[in-house]
C-alpha cells in the first residue's frame, strides 16, 4: 500500500468514526468496504477474477455488506423510544460549531451519573444521537411526545477560551433546560421549585481541571434531573419510585446549605406522600362502592402516615378509616382524638366516633355524637362514603345491628327517607336487637320517614 492509499485510508476510518451520526459517515464507511475491495481484488489472481461464480460471489458479498453498513447507520441514528412501563430518560446537550465532542462526552458522563445514581430503579437512561437537534422548548417538547420520555435533559454546550483558566467546557448562559412530562394541568405548581436545587456557578469544568470540576458539573446537573423526574413520576402515579428518589437526595453529601435542601425535598416529599395516600385510598380500598380489605396496601399506607411529621386531618382520617376496617377501634379512637384536639367540630370526627360507638352497640353515645353534626355541610361524596362504610359493615357483620340504626339515620338526615324506613324496620326486627328505648325511636322514625315520603 502506498504512502498517498495509507493517508486516504486512515482519513476515511477517521471521517468514519467522527461522522458516523451523518451522510458523510456513511459515505466514509460504504468508501471503507470499497477500498478494502479494490485491495482484495488487487491481489486476486487473473483468472480467478475473469470466473463468473467468482464475480458473482464477490457481488454479493459487496452488496450484503453495503446493506448491513446502511441499516446498522440508519438504527444508529434512530431516535430512541421507550415503551408504556418504562421510566425513560433522554440526555441531548448540543453543542456550538465543532464543540460536538465535548456535548457528546457531557452526554455520556450525565448519563453515567444517572445510571449511578438511579441504580435501585427500573429505568432507561438514552443518549440523543447528535443527528437529532434540541434548541427550544418545542423541539423538546416534541421530543419527549415522540419517545414517551419522562424526562429530558438538554442544554447548549460551549467551548471558550478562559485566559486564566485555559479552555472552558460549559453551559450556555448557564441554562440547564429539562422537559418533562405533566399530564395533570391541576399540578402546574407542583414544578415551581424546579430549579431549587440547581446551582449556576456549577454549569463549567476547564480541560486542565476536569478531574475536580467535571463531577461538580455532572452531580449537579444529575441532582437538579433527579429532583424533576421524581415530579414526573408522582404525576404518572408512580408514588415509591419518586420517593425513593427523593429519600436518596436527600442522603447525598452536599456543599451548599443542607438546612435549605433538607426544607425543599421534605416539602416534596410530604406533598407526594399525602397524594400517594389519597390515590391508593381511592384506587385500592375504596372502590366503586365498596370497601377491599387489601391488606398489603393497608399497612403501605399505615407506614406512610407514620411517616408524616405532622399529618393533615384527612389523612388522619383516612388513617382511623383503615384501622376500622383491621377492627383496630382503640387505635382509630387515638387517631381521631388528635384531630378533635385541633378541630373540636369536624364532622367527621363525630360521624367516625359515632360508627365506633355502633360497634359497641352503644347507641346511646353514638347519638350524642350524630347530634354534633352539620349534614346539611356534607357533600354528595362524604354521604356516600359514610353510607357505603355502613353497608359494608353490615354485611360483614351482620350481628352487630346497631348499624342498622346508624344507616337509617344518615340516611333520613340526608334526605333519603326511603331507605331509612327500610333500615330502621330491619333494626327493630333484628333478632339479636334488644334495646327496647332504640327499637320505639325507631318507630317514630318510621313513622316520620313514611309522612315524609307521603308529602304528610
Known sequence: MDI????????????????????EGLVAELGIVFALLYLFLGIVPSELKNNTYFSWSIFIIFSIATLIIVGAWKLRRRSPI??????????????????????K???????????????????????????????????????RKDTKAHLIIWGTINVAKDAQK?????????????????????????????????????TVYHEDNEYIEEPIMRKNISKTAKFILAKCLAIDSKYNNSLMILEKIKQEPVSEDYAKLLSIVNSNINLIRYNKIIEYYQKFIYVNGTFIENMDIIQELLQDIKLFKNPPNDILIIKAALQVLLLQFKEAEKTLKLVRASHPNDNSVHISFAFISLWRNNIDLAMKDFRKVKFEELDEGNISHILDFYAYFINKHPNKFSFLYGI??????????MLAKEYFQKFVAHPKNNINHWKDQARKYIQECKNIVQGV
Open 408 to 417: 337509617a339515620f344518615v340516611n333520613m338526615q340526608c334526605g333519603g327517607e
Open 166 to 202: 485555559g479552555k472552558a467546557i460549559s453551559l450556555l448562559d448557564k441554562h440547564l433546560r429539562l422537559t418533562f412530562k405533566a399530564a395533570r394541568p391541576f399540578r402546574t405548581l407542583f414544578f415551581s421549585d424546579a430549579f431549587s436545587l440547581f446551582h449556576t456557578e456549577s
Open 4 to 23: 498517498n492509499l495509507d493517508k486516504n485510508f486512515t482519513s476515511l476510518i477517521d471521517k468514519a468514526k467522527e461522522k458516523r451520526y451523518f451522510w
Open 82 to 103: 421507550f415503551r408504556q412501563n418504562e421510566i425513560g430518560i433522554i440526555v441531548a446537550f448540543n453543542c456550538i460549531g465543532e464543540s460536538e465532542r465535548y456535548a
Open 105 to 143: 462526552k457531557l452526554k455520556e458522563t450525565i448519563a453515567f451519573q444517572l445510571r449511578q445514581d438511579l441504580g435501585e430503579i427500573k429505568y432507561k437512561i438514552k443518549v440523543l444521537p447528535p443527528n437529532y437537534q434540541v434548541t427550544n422548548d418545542t423541539e423538546a417538547g416534541q421530543l
